[in-house]
């Protein structure tokens, strides 16, 4: 179902196309209204790239494969929307807050996502190729399979995070905190844990090639026992 308009920059239960998108900012801006705000609103495989949506607010809404390339998204909060494969590459991003949603196999190459936070979110298989993080936060969020090559979490307090199978290549874990979550089999080549405490992880699949990364952090003795098996060795 079309939206006809927005009350009050409001717009709920309506099936949105690029052109329906542009009239609805347009209108807001010359009305000089609050931002807008989408509730139960599908659009699905719909081209919002580049589109100014600063400030807006999505509540259970349907974005899968929807295009946000390059579109201005500081800002922005998201809560409960399923949005599989969507692309975010090239958006700005900056201070926008994603809540209890489904983003599995999402992109976010390039994107500048300073401030950004994600909670209890899905986002697996996800590729932060190339964004601006200073400040990105991750809490209770599923990671399992993302790119996140080089990013920083230095000094995080990392809140049940499954990185497993993630690509953590060069990832800044140092002195880092692990509040529950897993490492298991992640890619971790290049990454720095000094200082780090990870006695609440999950190290299961470390490789012994990866072990060394772990000097200068803190484990468990059971960690430890997992980690000398790798050498063939038995814990008595």
């Not at 998204?73 to 958006?91: I, M, N």
């Not at 699949?205 to 063939?232: M, P, Y």
Request: hydrophobic fraction near 45%; charge should be negative; include cysteine.
């Amino acid at each position: 179902m079309p939206a006809a308009g927005a009350q009050d920059g409001a717009v709920s239960d309506a099936t949105l196309t690029r052109a329906e998108m542009e009239r609805l900012i347009a209108a807001n801006h010359a009305g000089h209204q609050t931002p807008l705000h989408f509730t139960y609103c599908d659009f699905e495989g719909a081209d919002l790239s580049r589109l100014d949506l600063r400030g807006a607010e999505f509540h259970r809404c349907t974005i899968v494969e929807t295009s946000f390339f390059g579109a201005a998204l500081s800002h922005t909060r998201w809560v409960r929307c399923r949005g599989r494969e969507a692309d975010f590459g090239s958006a700005d991003l900056v201070d926008a807050a994603f809540q209890s949603s489904d983003l599995n196999n999402t992109s976010w190459r390039r994107a500048k996502l300073a401030s950004a936070s994600f909670r209890g979110c899905k986002l697996t298989g996800a590729n932060f190729e190339g964004c601006t993080a200073l400040g990105l936060s991750f809490v209770e969020t599923l990671l399992v399979g993302a790119h996140l090559r080089g990013l920083s979490f230095r000094k995080a307090k990392l809140q049940e995070l499954d990185f497993s199978d993630a690509d953590l290549a060069g990832v800044d874990f140092r002195e880092a905190i692990f509040d529950g979550g897993s490492l298991k089999d992640a890619h971790l080549k290049g990454a720095r844990f000094e200082g780090a405490d990870l006695r609440e992880a999950d190290l299961s699949g470390v490789r012994l090639v990866d072990a060394a990364l772990f000097k200068g952090a803190t484990i468990s003795h059971q960690q430890a026992a997992v980690l000398i098996t790798e050498l063939g060795l038995r814990v008595m």
